[in-house]
């Protein structure tokens, strides 16, 4: 019987053991991004009082195949016990670690319009380990603005309260002929993680990382499927839409 093996967890994180100084695991950039559902699908299940999951059962609940999902948690070292799936706590604990959601980062936004107000006023951020400590905007009017509690602040001050606040990660609303500058301040302002909205390329050093999210570019990819389930409707002899099967968001 396999038992529950455990990997990277908070318990041997990297400098714990004297001497010893296991490697993070380097993970496949699909399975991080798979990480977070099943982190959420666990923690549903957390609420419900489940102590155990089946690999089908976290599979089902994440929306991925089960298979996926335990090459995913093998990464982490976390095998599961055959028979009686995985403990829902120590996994919790593990993905977790290693999102490095076991601290709490703080996050500062930059462009106040009408996408900033609506990611300003968002709480599911706090509830997942993120702290939304600082908003900037260019614009002078919108400078002292109260929004959930915390003043604008004018992007000139950026450098400063980036420092003082220990920001880790900056998110960008600005429209995308500012976007480059800002996340220029950003990288001087010694900010390394940078999750921008606006649609365009960022150049940035190699230690800074960039999330890009656009929806625009989503809605195109499903504009494609649409195109394509009507093509494969319109065979000759007819294959239907619905043979051609549906397409993951999140690729494999
Ligand atoms: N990713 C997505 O899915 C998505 C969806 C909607 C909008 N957007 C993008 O998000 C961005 C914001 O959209 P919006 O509708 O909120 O625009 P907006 O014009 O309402 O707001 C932009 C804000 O940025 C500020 N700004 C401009 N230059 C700045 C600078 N150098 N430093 C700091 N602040 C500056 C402006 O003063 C303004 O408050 C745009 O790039 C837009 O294309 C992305």
Redesign the pocket.
Known sequence: MSQQRHGVTPGNAPGDRAGAVPAFPDLPEATIARLPEYLRALHNLGDAAADTISSEGLAAAAGVNSAKLRKDLSHLGSYGTRGVGYDVTLLIEQIEYVLGLDQRRAVCL?????????LAGYDGFASRGFKIVAL????AS?VGELIQGLEVRH?EDLGRVAVEENIAIGV????????Q??AD?LVDAGVTSIL?????VLSVPANVDVR???????LQILSFHEHRKASLTALPGGRSAASAGNQEAVGS
Do not use: Q, R, S, Y
């Open positions: 930059v462009g106040l319009g009408n996408l900033g107000h609506a900037f905007d260019a614009d919108k992007i960008i609303a600005t429209p995308a002929l500012a976007a500058a800002v301040v921008n909205f606006a649609p365009c890009k999210v656009d929806l625009a570019i989503e």
